[in-house]
């Protein structure tokens, strides 16, 4: 039986509430909050049992300990931004409480996410006795523990991996995201990068593309990007000469990107407007939909997952793991789109593997270092079943 904090209510927050909801015989009580306290109590009326929430300030540490301190928590989820992540870890050294995000920290007036200044947090954490687990979501999060999988029961040496992520969904919008506009132009705006042969190797932003037949969803046209989990994953996968991530985007989507970036809209430097700093990716975030606003018309499905080449017992070796996921049945289920379920359900599973003590540890954690049995065993209990295909 636990307590659990969790401080966000996005697309995202909404499902990791519902989905620790859903088993109250570990998350025997819920906190909920955020900076805008209606948005709880929106995700609070939809669920089947009661939960309490909060206005909370995520970027003032002592607010979130001091709230901390009164109701007690095992373990505080964070699926705010990642501007929070320091913050939020801070407080949680502060209260004495384990620590879970789906996305590295960067700091706002940089688009620069990486790693580095959380596992700085390693010794902190470990006098503390307490543990933070990084990027508990899909991509990083399931992606991370599909590799710990490969490498444990299919692989002797992993060489290859390609990280894909496609959603054939359609949400009815000429130009949305699928998650907070800000942080995910912020992303796919910037150089690509990917590492082979020990080093890491840059691409101009989308310039590298190509077809991948997706199964359940069909061919598609994929980018490859930089993306964090290859920052832990060319430390802890044995043997790798490569890894690349690609991510799917529509003619339509690039197009209104390409405008959108042309005309200065996704700068995240201040610009004078009269008379006032406007930051023009913040702005565009306030006119474009609210992620968790495209679930009650979006169809269609996305396929993630890992394509992994490498050796067992002295033969080659091609597989693919993957989830399918529906966005008609996530809305069904939690009133949410597969993007936000597909990131929400991993928080919730590293979240239990966390407090029932099956994944234990002191100081900092990305999720292939921990036994990835039971996060996968969970993945097809909680609603992300998935599928190995040798290729
Ligand atoms: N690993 C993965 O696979 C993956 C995939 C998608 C997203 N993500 C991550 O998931 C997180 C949430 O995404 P989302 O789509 O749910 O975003 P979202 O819909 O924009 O929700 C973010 C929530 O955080 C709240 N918030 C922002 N700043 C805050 C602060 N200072 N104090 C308290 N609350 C604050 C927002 O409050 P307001 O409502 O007041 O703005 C909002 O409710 C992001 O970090 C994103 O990068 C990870």
Request: with cysteine.
């Amino acid at each position: 039986m636990a307590k659990v904090l969790i401080i966000g209510a996005g697309g995202v927050g909404g499902v990791v509430t519902h989905k620790c909801a859903q088993v109250p015989e570990v998350f025997s009580e819920i906190i909920l909050a955020s900076r805008t306290l209606e948005k709880c109590e929106k995700i609070k009326a939809q669920l089947p049992r009661p939960i309490e929430t909060a206005r909370v300030d995520a970027d003032r540490p002592a607010e979130v300990a001091a709230l901390m301190k009164r109701f007690r928590p095992d373990l505080l989820i964070n699926v705010a931004l990642p501007y929070q992540d320091l913050s939020l870890m801070d407080a949680c050294l502060e209260a004495g409480v384990d620590y879970l995000d789906t996305a590295n920290y960067e700091p706002p007036d940089e688009a620069k996410f990486s790693y580095t200044w959380q596992w700085a947090y390693r010794d902190r954490f470990r006098a503390k006795g307490l543990m933070a687990l990084l990027g508990s979501g899909f991509d990083p999060g399931v992606t991370n523990v599909f590799c710990a999988y490969a490498q444990k029961h299919y692989f002797d040496e992993i060489h290859a991996v390609d990280i894909m992520d496609c959603n054939a969904g359609s949400h009815g919008h000429p130009f949305a995201t699928n998650f907070n506009p800000e942080i995910n132009i912020r992303e796919i705006t910037q150089p690509g990068r990917y590492w082979e042969g020990g080093r890491w190797i840059e691409t101009g932003p989308l310039e590298v593309h190509r077809s991948f037949d997706f199964p359940q969803v069909g061919p598609r046209e994929m980018y490859l990007l930089y993306h964090e989990e290859m920052e832990s994953l060319v430390n802890n996968i044995k043997g790798l000469k490569r890894i690349r991530f690609w991510m799917t985007f529509g003619e339509s989507y690039l197009t209104h990107l390409r405008v959108l970036e042309n005309v200065g809209l996704t700068r995240i430097d201040p610009v004078l407007y009269e008379g006032h700093p406007v930051v023009p990716l913040k702005f565009l975030k306030s006119l474009l939909p609210d992620p968790a606003s495209l679930a009650e018309n979006y169809t269609g499905k996305t396929n993630i997952g890992c394509l992994f080449e490498g050796v067992k017992d002295g033969k080659a070796r091609r597989i693919y793991i993957y989830n399918v996921c529906d966005h008609a049945a996530c809305y069904r289920e939690v009133k949410a789109q597969a993007i936000s379920y597909t990131t929400g359900v991993p928080a919730m599973i590293g979240g239990l593997l966390m407090v029932t003590g099956a994944w234990r540890g002191q100081g900092v954690f990305n999720l292939e270092e921990l036994d990835p049995d039971p996060f996968m065993e969970r993945l097809n209990r909680h609603g992300l079943p998935w599928v190995i295909e040798e290729r």
